[in-house]
């Protein structure tokens, strides 16, 4: 196994963390999550433009282009033979002595690995929808930035763990937002509900594409923000992200509790996205 250290592609074993590391001091860092179908990367020049978005909101000055990373990030996975399953990359400020204070002189860390997925589980899981917690987003106001400090969303994925849902679903003051790693989609009369892509919610890549998928199925779309009882009231539920795709919701639990069906919309979006994974938008 091989992993990304800096502009190096090196043995897992030979790859050592810093202890002076902004990112272990601090979460002073940011990353992204790739997918690979059939060995190749998807969508992955949306991934490093977001990239390259959280570095500038953050004056965090990258200091290598996104040809480079597109070939690093190509080699590892050629070199891990990974043919189905996602590449994380990750980079830091940098090392230098715990100092809340940055100083633009620190050079960033970047590393990355491959980690294997199972398309065929997830197909599988897709057909049968899952279930989601409602709580609190107790997370701070850049929610835009990919940023690794994850704090807020690993707290909220251990609440639904336990109450033996598979995704929590976050409300600030009653307002719907997002999944604690995912985009939430409602579905009420033929129209698409989601929140708009502020400060408030990281703006998915699978987001974005479905948004495009629904346009061209000349479905209407509202990006907009929406009480969490509207939830109530949807005829289809489900969220996207790069690893779950366009995942059904069947219930919810917490804060709203309801029951749904896997409905025709969102089952024409996960066809769209199947092809659109394949072929490009093609329709
Ligand atoms: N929202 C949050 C908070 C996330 O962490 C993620 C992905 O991990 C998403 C949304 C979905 O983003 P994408 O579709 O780019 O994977």
């Known amino acids: 196994k091989y992993v990304l250290h800096n502009e190096h592609i090196i043995s897992a074993d030979d790859a050592k963390v810093e202890m002076n590391d902004r990112g272990y001091h601090f979460g002073d860092g940011i990353y992204e999550v790739i997918r690979i179908y059939n060995s190749k990367p998807f969508t992955m020049d949306e991934h490093l433009n977001r990239l390259i978005e959280s570095a500038n909101k953050l004056d965090l000055n990258l200091q290598i282009t996104k040809e480079t990373l597109e070939n690093l990030i190509n080699k590892l996975v050629e070199k891990n033979e990974l043919t189905d399953g996602m590449v994380y990359i990750q980079m830091t400020r940098g090392v230098s002595p715990r100092n809340h204070l940055y100083h633009r002189t620190e050079n960033p860390?970047?590393?990355?690995?491959?980690?294997?997925?199972?398309?065929?589980?997830?197909?599988?899981?897709?057909?049968?929808?899952?279930?989601?917690w409602v709580t609190d987003d107790i997370r701070w106001l850049r929610?835009?930035?990919?940023?690794?400090?994850?704090?807020?969303?690993?707290?909220?994925?251990?609440?639904?763990?336990?109450?033996?849902?598979?995704?929590?679903?976050?409300?600030?003051?009653?307002?719907?937002?997002?999944?604690?790693?995912?985009?939430?989609?409602?579905?009420?009369?033929?129209?698409?509900?989601?929140?708009?892509?502020?400060?408030?919610?990281?703006?998915?890549?699978?987001?974005?594409?479905?948004?495009?998928?629904?346009?061209?199925?000349?479905?209407?779309?509202?990006?907009?923000?929406?009480?969490?009882?509207?939830?109530?009231?949807?005829?289809?539920?489900?969220?996207?992200?790069?690893?779950?795709?366009?995942?059904?919701?069947?219930?919810?639990?917490?804060?709203?509790?309801?029951?749904?069906?896997?409905?025709?919309?969102?089952?024409?979006?996960?066809?769209?996205?199947?092809?659109?994974?394949?072929?490009?938008?093609?329709?």
């Open 109 to 132: 860390i970047l590393s990355g690995f491959t980690q294997k997925l199972s398309t065929q589980e997830n197909q599988t899981k897709q057909k049968q929808g899952i279930s989601a």
């Open 143 to 283: 929610c835009d930035i990919k940023s690794i400090n994850l704090l807020g969303n690993v707290i909220a994925k251990r609440e639904a763990a336990d109450h033996h849902c598979q995704e929590a679903i976050l409300h600030r003051d009653g307002m719907i937002t997002e999944g604690s790693s995912s985009n939430l989609f409602l579905v009420k009369d033929q129209t698409l509900y989601t929140h708009p892509a502020t400060n408030l919610i990281l703006n998915g890549i699978t987001r974005q594409i479905v948004l495009k998928l629904a346009k061209s199925l000349q479905f209407e779309m509202v990006e907009e923000a929406f009480p969490k009882d509207v939830i109530e009231h949807a005829d289809e539920a489900f969220i996207t992200s790069t690893t779950m795709e366009v995942m059904p919701i069947i219930e919810f639990k917490g804060g709203v509790k309801t029951s749904l069906k896997i409905g025709p919309i969102t089952e024409k979006l996960q066809d769209a996205f199947q092809h659109y994974k394949n072929d490009g938008l093609s329709t």
